[in-house]
């Protein structure tokens, strides 16, 4: 990452990690497909009503490995390996930690989170179940996301995704055997999903373990090395606090869809796979512009930093309007995998067409977000995506929306939001990045003079 041309080394990177989320999400609409084919609809409800909330759980998680990963490829552009190593060793235990806490949290939450989300009646039962044993498997998961953001501190995308490949073959298989045969619903699907998640934390920790460099793992030695704790809070948190108030205005976005009934609920839930499948185009390059940038702001390339944003941002565009195009123009097909129900694809249809086709603008504030976090400005791109997105979504719910109660009504902030948010989000880049290169340059100087 810190010499040669990019263009190649960035695509080699975030291609695994589109691979990596791609069959993640794969293996999760598999969940919605088996349980919708095999549990009928009601169950498919259920599972999809659970989205925002786990999303809030899994982005703050996934906010607090950031942490991790954007310290370690500091360290690494600093060639500082100790505290690489120390790093690697406190991630783990907060990754144990946080997972167990959420965890314990989730598991007595569960059914007041869905009853203040307004959940239906013939929904809430088997909702609360799957999230249940959900919240049960967080530990693992958590050790999942962390290992594997370590992993890809220093360019490994690849192992993640063998590891996750593998895992969901399992959840698949095992989906197939308690759903379709056992006739297991929702519980079902949740168990495969929990033993999926905990084959996948087992094989990063091992890998870990084998590691023979610095990034070699002892679970002896496992304890919070306070510096590099810190560091990565000021990282993770901001990130970790952005991505669950993120994942709040959805959960009253769906809380608003709930109102629709189960019909709605049901078609919503089978096109939002499609915006995540999307949305892994995106986040694979904004994560690379992260790591990338990370390395190379350690090592003072503020020049290498700048290619890294601009290419980034060209390949990530692409990439995203491949995905919404694609997915829009071949809907029926799509949706057809998920339901049968005409009245089902209808409410998914609609919003394949409010929200899927304008989801690159999305782009413009995931790249720029990354790159401050990989010069370690991760407040500044939280506070901007939680007001530019998420308040403002929480303020057209409860006026626009509240005055013309329509299903694509509420679904017009998603590009509203993602403009605004991304506007403002380009703006504070080039001032972070400027003062930066200000800093540094002066910086150089001194030490020459000395």
């Not at 530990?139 to 999942?144: D, G």
């Not at 601009?310 to 997915?327: D, L, P, Q, T």
């Not at 998920?338 to 790249?367: G, H, K, N, P």
Request: hydrophobic share 50%.
């Amino acid at each position: 990452m810190l010499e040669g041309p990019l263009l190649g080394k960035i695509i080699l990177f975030a291609l695994p990690l589109i691979v990596t989320s791609t069959l993640q999400q794969l293996f999760n609409s598999t969940d919605v497909a088996i349980v919708g084919r095999f549990a009928g609809d009601q169950a498919l409800a259920a599972v999809g009503s659970n989205s925002p909330v786990i999303n809030l759980i899994i982005n703050l998680l996934i906010g607090l490995s950031i942490g991790a990963n954007v310290v370690i490829a500091n360290y690494i552009g600093q060639g500082r390996k100790d505290r690489v190593n120390d790093t690697v060793h406190t991630a783990v235990l907060v990754a144990l930690i946080g997972g167990v806490v959420f965890g314990v949290i989730g598991i007595f939450a569960s059914r007041p989170i869905l009853e203040a989300m307004d959940s239906p009646d013939d929904v809430i039962d088997l909702a609360t179940l799957y999230l249940r044993i959900f919240f049960a498997g967080m530990p693992v998961m958590s050790l999942y996301n962390f290992c594997a953001s370590i992993l890809r501190s220093k360019g490994d995308t690849m192992r993640p995704l063998i590891a996750l490949t593998v895992s969901g073959l399992v959840n698949v298989g095992l989906n197939l055997l308690l759903v379709a045969v056992f006739h297991l619903s929702v519980a079902g699907v949740a168990i495969a999903t929990v033993t999926a998640n905990t084959i996948s934390a087992i094989t990063l920790i091992v890998l870990l373990v084998k590691e023979t460099d610095e990034f070699h793992l002892e679970l002896k030695k496992l304890r919070l090395h306070r510096e590099h704790f810190k560091r990565m809070l000021q990282i993770g948190v901001p990130s970790g606090i952005q991505g669950m108030v993120f994942s709040l205005s959805n959960v009253f976005i769906q809380a608003a869809i709930n109102s629709f009934g189960s019909g709605a609920i049901a078609g919503s839930s089978a096109a939002l796979n499609f915006e995540y499948f999307s949305f892994f185009a995106l986040n694979a390059f904004s994560q690379t512009a992260m790591t990338f940038t990370s390395q190379n702001y350690g090592a003072m390339n503020m020049k290498r930093c700048r290619e890294i944003y601009y290419k980034c941002m060209i390949c990530g565009v692409i990439a995203a309007m491949i995905c919404n195009f694609g997915f829009y123009l071949g809907r029926v097909f799509f949706i057809g995998l998920f339901t049968e129900s005409a009245d089902v694809a209808q409410w998914a249809y609609i919003r394949m067409q409010c929200v899927l086709l304008f989801q690159w603008i999305a782009l413009s504030y995931e790249i720029s977000g990354s790159a401050m976090r990989g010069m370690g400005h991760s407040m500044l791109p939280a506070l901007i995506t939680v007001i530019g997105t998420c308040v403002l979504r929480i303020a057209w719910i409860f006026t626009v929306f509240a005055q013309i109660p329509k299903y694509e009504m509420l679904l017009r902030i998603y590009p509203i939001t993602w403009v605004v948010t991304g506007i403002a989000m380009v703006i504070a880049y080039y001032i972070i990045r400027n003062k930066e290169e200000e800093q540094i340059a002066l910086y150089s100087l001194e030490k020459a003079e000395l």
